[in-house]
């Protein structure tokens, strides 16, 4: 027997009050992550474009390959293995997304690692939401709901549409656009911090992806 209107309006109703409340929790009690950036208003058409994009076509041979390198690591992070394949396929997907630019998968995982270690219900001091650490305001821009922010899909492919947009801007100077997407331009513990863990990610970046920037950006540390 189909449920009733009522009862469909009632249970959404209610699993939108327990994101809500987890969503208050995690602000009270989760990790203090790093986002603060984001506001640029060119960013905007950029992150719609990359939610309605939810659809990946997967290469299966590199697909296992990135699963099989990746998934010891993130092991030690987040212990249900349906969460890990859920992230790693979504990183794979977004980074070889095709007709967009390239966003190095190690650099997209150093940037959860240093955000949320991999917690999609952390919840920074400025607000900052998810895996990615996205700001709250880009849910009612883009006509979606707030709770979406801790959906694995919809976060990963919000933070990597400003990050891939950070890079551009940047002339893909790495730590310059993670200052820019950490809203702490100048001040370079963010970068340093999201560089030295783009190190436990080695191999992440193999499939295609020459990241000719690390070196200057290493460089100039």
């Known amino acids: ?10 249970s959404a109703t209610k699993s939108a009050a327990a994101l809500l409340a987890a969503l208050a929790l995690a ?39 990135w699963y099989t390198l990746m998934e010891p690591r993130m092991a030690r992070f987040v212990h249900n293995p349906a969460v890990r394949l859920r992230i790693l396929k979504q990183v794979y997907c977004v980074t070889h997304q095709s007709g967009a630019a390239k966003v190095p998968p190690g ?27 996205v700001m709250p305001y880009w849910p009612e821009r883009l006509g979606m709901k707030g709770y979406e922010l801790v959906h694995v899909a919809a976060n990963i492919r919000m933070g990597c549409a400003i990050l891939r947009y950070y ?14 997407y950490n809203g702490s331009v100048g001040r370079h513990f963010y970068p340093d911090r999201v560089l ?10 193999d499939l295609g992806f020459p990241v000719h920037a690390v070196p200057a950006a290493a460089a100039r540390h």
Not at 109 to 119: H, K
Not at 196 to 205: I, L, Y
């Open 1 to 10: 027997m189909r449920p009733s209107a009522s009862c469909v309006r009632a």
């Open 167 to 180: 890079l551009s801007i940047t002339h893909d100077d790495v730590r310059l656009a993670l200052e820019e």
């Open 196 to 205: 030295n863990a783009w190190e436990n990610w080695n191999g992440a970046d």
């Open 27 to 65: 602000l009270a009690l989760g990790p203090r992550a790093e986002a603060g950036g984001q506001r640029d208003p060119a960013l905007r058409p950029i992150v719609q474009q990359a939610i309605h994009q939810a659809q990946c076509f997967m290469n299966r041979y590199d697909a296992a390959v």
């Open 107 to 133: 650099l997209v995982l150093a940037v959860m690692q240093v955000e949320s270690d991999f917690n999609r219900w952390a919840v920074s001091g400025s607000g900052a939401v998810g895996l990615m650490q």
